[in-house]
């Protein structure tokens, strides 16, 4: 059985927007004004750039590393964890 590969993700916040870059895979990159809306894009992003097929996007192995100085984007930041954590053990 294949294992399933990890994406890195790296985070960053600026001018109001996230951006986010996947070092993995050439030109992966893309940008959100939410954290939700960023998720969704990157991980279309991964399934185009590593040409994986269309029902793959939702069980990405995706690892979020996050470079935000601002202490109350970085509280939002782990908040916003802390509540998929919650969701995904329900």
Do not use: C, F
Request: aromatic share 6%; glycine share 2%.
């Amino acid at each position: 059985m294949k294992s399933q590969v990890t994406y890195r993700v790296h985070v960053t916040h600026e001018d109001g927007q996230w951006l986010a870059d996947v070092p993995q895979l050439e030109g992966a990159h893309t940008y959100a004004r939410s954290l939700a809306a960023l998720d969704r894009y990157i991980r279309e992003v991964i399934v185009l750039a590593a040409d994986l097929p269309d029902d793959a996007m939702d069980s990405l192995d995706l690892d979020y590393t996050y470079n935000v100085a601002d202490p109350l984007i970085a509280d939002a930041v782990r908040a916003h964890h802390e509540r998929a954590e919650l969701h995904d053990r329900e």
